[in-house]
């Protein structure tokens, strides 16, 4: 990066792309050829910055000038004042919604303050289209030190003294999975990138991919070295068309470069990698299902044992280890194991990706160190709960995770505490509630997808979970019985107690959950018909108060089924076998007469 | 060896045993619904999907399918504790709750191993109530789909994709509408089914059921105008027994006779009768290839492969089209029965062949869809008008109060209920290349046979390699059952590396005694063995064992037909296969 001056990122993740960050890149590159600057200023497409509520993103360096919701209408006022007069577009700076100060450097967003990017390193920083900036940053050095200064045995030494947990979800050893695959023998072995993300609003892996395809390929290559496969499979789903494309670019330079291939940097180690396309199926993101889905047989899981680090793909030996897993990998290389794991908690080492969603201010993808409380991660980084609204409860762990409330903010994040609580780490999803959501809707939305994402194999998951989102849907239209939560509660232990793969062991989180932190809510919906948080239709009353009605017939007037009706001057009333709780009357009454029970 | 603690109960058993067969040695009898083995045929479906035989296993987080899960030493599992037990049932009840239980009008009721499972584990109300997946009916000629009924345990899938390697069955859709069905949800009679039936023989519930044909068998039996004849498949007095609580392996050969009898059947006959004739008809034609390749003549076809059974037909019609002139011409006994029931048989009677009904009891459900081929019909009219299994004929025979246990032993009528201890055999694997061989051995030495009886032929392994010294001659023969094992030896074939002569095929397991319309064996693979054993009794009781010394068939060729191989039997007793390798529409 020596010879220019200045450099502009533009973000070129897919949510920013999709809110024209790829005009704003052409208009910079034509603004700065026009006025002669094309040598003096170079613009490059990075991954994802993560702040994602405020993209398009375009930062400035080397000052850290970081412009938020950026339009190509405003290239030429970037270039004209910023880049040729050195003055910051104020207008387009990160305001803190606190202070109503602009912040000039981003090292002061409180959205990056307590982040640690490991695993998102490079995204945001290097075009991850040009292996020259990924090896610019280190890019490759831990392969070349793997494959000229150590044994297999020593990295795979390395990888468990680090601690790096599989990012996946399961949280099992990276270093041990490497190991037992290792130790299978057979004569060939194989490396799989489970790239298959399918949590709702989750898009960790999407990123790295998308931002830093090398640091996959690169952990590949180790992995490869370390357990004796020449060959690497990347599942990733055929929904991350940018991903792909990055993901094929970056593994046709490597082959350029001789980063993979034959006689990888003369040591004699070979190692290639293929694309295998998934066609979304979530339960595709379990091991077995996947490995099946790749052999081109029905994507469903098989019981373990066997694991696949014993007979996985095509019954070969096959270590597969998650995209955020992999991005790891080369830093550890680099900077040791104890740096690792001097980061985060005792049993659970280093960061963890999450995709920050919901109700809340800042929603990104964020990169923490293990150990940091719910309440750093969603007041700070997050910026608090939106239009100033109370903190409800956070969902983490993804579809099959589980609500977290008020009692959880303090405890420290990772892997073990959050199972404690009743949740789980997950593959990193993050949604944030607050106190307009309704919790039995909540179990019933995380439900929906779980239902229709089964694979149908085991009869408790097939069959169970479609009782469940039918006993919730019951309650929420306030049909639900005390018996019904007993039901409830029996069937969920006992799909979780009985389900072949993960999916059917973690589904009922979402209702298990909710009913131990929110079961007057539960209650509520069954004993009183009532939806606190006025979400469940059946169960809302649209009344008018006596007082406030001055008979002026504009909610009659409006009511588009006629439930209103009442002399002009006198009082209305609405009848509600005839009410369709659209709110047309709420808003059309100028006297707040109108009101939900 | 290994120790495992089941219900405080010490076992030792092998490393690699699952809890399931621990549990069993220890006496406790763990429920499965998905789980099948036929342990002498080596197979095995174990998808662990229906999670009936969950136990809890100490020091372990949730509970775990007995099935799948192998004893670890010093394991401790309970089987009936109440976790597991409100699993169990409360699995139960989910699939249950997502069936239609019309039990009583079921056409498995009384052999629907759900049924049975929910009356041993006292379900008496099902708590889960909610929407059930429906499909459509699907009817073909042999094999009847309602797939509201399958719970998905994926024996079918298993049989028709590993075992059979036709590949019609998969599982389609996902979550609760998940459900085995061929692709596309296509029609049965549009895929490559071959209707073996293996899938209806292991179907749990009623889900998959052969198209049942009793009242069409009824009314006619009714009809004045009409002379109901009936044939017997050998392989049905081996098992027909088990339907009225015998033993399995108990020959009911007489009270069959007698049963059909008291049916009202005109004329009570034989299909063992017509394996003579194909003994007759494929050992002439396998003598004259045979024959013909000794002398030199390369433009002749070797080995010669059997044609009676209709699934192995369909099949290489469907997956083998390039070899459809390598398979004998010969009739299956089924059809060779109609031909000359309907001609020969009728002149005899003087009636015409439109006012004579031929219903044959088959252990078979492709017999079904073969009597309805076009080529076996002679202006519109078939040569057999109903093939029923043995399961419909123990219907019949219920059905008509008649205590079957109790019926004295009765004769075949003749002619054509005349046989000799080789035609039997074609109920069993390798059995008609041993009859076929006992006559040409006979035919092509011209010595006399002195001992029958060819053991290098039997047995249950699935790939079989013999050879026979036809006085120095070598005769090279393969026997395969099972059509994954059949499509091992046709791949040899076509590779050049198979130097067989002749090759015998049965689609089913066992033989036609493991046929798809035979009794429900339940994953109990002792009884297809039982049932082998008794084929071999049958054979060894009879004092005729060798075809072409059965004096009826003798007076059939006199009378009526001339020679074996010769004009008129090429134009009754023979057929000719057609390419189905056609991809088919789909709607």
Known sequence: MAKYKMHLLVCGGTGCRASESEAIFQDLKTALLNRGLENEVQVITTGCFGFCEKGPIVKVMPDNTFYTQVTPADVNEIIEEHVIKGRKVNRLLYENPETAEKVEDSKHMGFYRKQLRIALRNCGFIDPENIDEYIGRDGYQALGKCLSELTPEQVIEIMKKSGLRGRGGGGFPAGLKWEITRQSKADQKYVVCNADEGDPGAFMDRSILEGDPHSVIEAMAICGYCIDATKGLVYIRAEYPLAIERLKIAINQAREYGLLGKDILGSGFDFDIELRYGAGAFVCGEETALIHSMEGLRGEPTMKPPFPSVSGYLSKPTNVNNVETFANVPVIINRGPEWFAAIGTEKSRGTKVFALAGKINNVGLIEVPMGITLRDVIFEIGGGIKDGKKFKAVQTGGPSGGCLTHRHLDTPIDYDNLISAGSMMGSGGMIVMDEDDCMVSIAKFYLDFTVEESCGKCSPCRIGNKRLIEILDKICQGKGTMEDLDNLRNLSQVIKDTSLCGLGQTSPNPVLSTMENFYEEYIAHVVDKKCPSGQCKALLQYTIDEENCVGCTACARNCPVNAISGERKGLHIIDQAVCIKCGACIEKCKFNAVFIK | ?587
């Open chain 2, 1 to 587: 060896m290994i120790k495992v603690k089941i219900d405080n109960k010490t076992v030792e058993v092998e490393k690699g045993t699952i809890l399931l067969d621990a549990a069993r040695k220890a006496g406790i009898n763990i429920p499965t619904l998905c789980y099948l083995h036929l342990h002498d045929l080596n197979i095995t479906n174990k998808p662990a999907g229906c999670r009936v035989c969950v136990v809890e296993v100490k020091g372990r987080k949730n509970l775990a399918p007995a099935c799948v899960t192998e004893c670890m030493d010093g394991m401790e599992v309970n089987t009936h504790n109440i976790r597991v037990l409100n699993a169990r049932k409360t699995v139960l009840e989910l699939i249950l709750s997502d069936h239609p239980t019309d039990c009583l009008i079921c056409p498995k009721s009384g052999t629907c191993d759900l049924q049975t499972l929910a009356q041993e584990m006292g379900i008496r109300q099902i708590r889960y109530q909610g929407e059930q997946s429906t499909y459509r009916e699907d009817t073909s000629p042999a094999i009847i789909r309602d797939v509201d009924k399958c719970i998905m345990c994926r024996r079918c899938e298993m049989m028709c994709n590993e075992v059979q390697t036709v590949g019609v069955l998969s599982a389609v859709n996902r979550g609760f509408m998940a459900v085995v069905a061929p692709a596309f949800e296509m029609n049965l009679d549009h895929s490559v089914c071959t209707y073996c039936g293996q899938c209806v023989a292991v179907c749990p519930t009623g889900a998959l059921t052969e198209v049942d044909h009793t009242n069409n068998v009824i009314r006619a039996l009714a009809d004045p105008s009409k002379t109901v004849i009936v044939q017997t498949a050998p392989a049905v007095r081996a098992a027909l027994g088990e339907e009225f609580g015998m033993e399995a392996g108990t020959l009911v050969t007489g009270k069959m006779a007698a049963a059909l009898r008291r049916l009202g059947f005109d004329y009570v006959f034989d299909t063992d009768f017509a394996a003579d004739l194909t003994i007759m008809e494929e050992g002439t034609e396998l003598l004259d290839r045979i024959g013909r390749h000794l002398n030199g003549d390369k433009t002749v076809k070797l080995p010669i492969l059997t044609s009676c059974c209709p699934g192995w037909v369909s099949f290489f019609e469907h997956q083998f089209p390039d070899m459809i002139d390598i398979p004998s011409t010969a009739r299956s006994p089924q059809q060779m029965f109609g031909s000359i029931a309907k001609t020969y048989f009728a002149e005899k009677l003087g009636i015409k062949r439109e006012n004579m009904v031929v219903v044959s009891i088959m252990p078979c459900l492709a017999k079904k869809y073969e009597c309805s081929r076009d080529e076996f019909k002679v202006d519109g009219n078939p040569d057999v008008d109903f093939a029923i299994s043995t399961r419909e004929l123990a219907h019949l025979i219920k059905q008509a109060n008649i205590e079957f246990n109790h019926l004295p032993d009765e004769d075949f009528d003749r002619p054509m209920g005349e046989s000799t201890g080789a035609s039997v055999l074609f109920g069993v694997t390798g059995g008609v290349i041993e009859a076929a061989t006992r006559t040409a051995y006979e035919v092509f030495t011209g010595k006399k046979l002195e001992k029958v009886d060819f053991e290098q032929l039997r047995g249950m392994d699935w790939v079989r390699r013999a050879e026979v010294d036809f006085d120095g001659t070598p005769i090279k023969i393969g026997i395969a059952h099972g059509l994954g094992n059949a499509r091992k030896l046709l791949e040899e074939i076509r590779e050049g590396k198979a130097d067989f002569h002749a090759i015998e095929i049965m689609a089913c397991p066992g033989g036609c005694i493991g046929g798809g319309g035979q009794p429900l064996h339940h994953g109990d693979s002792s009884i297809l063995k039982a049932r082998t054993a008794a084929i071999y009794r049958e054979d060894l009781g009879k004092p005729i064992r060798k075809s072409h010394e059965n004096p009826f068939i003798q007076k059939l060729y006199e009378d009526f037909l001339g020679k074996p191989c010769g004009h008129k039997s090429h134009h009754l007793l023979h057929t000719h296969y057609f390419d189905k390798s056609n991809p088919v529409e789909i709607e």
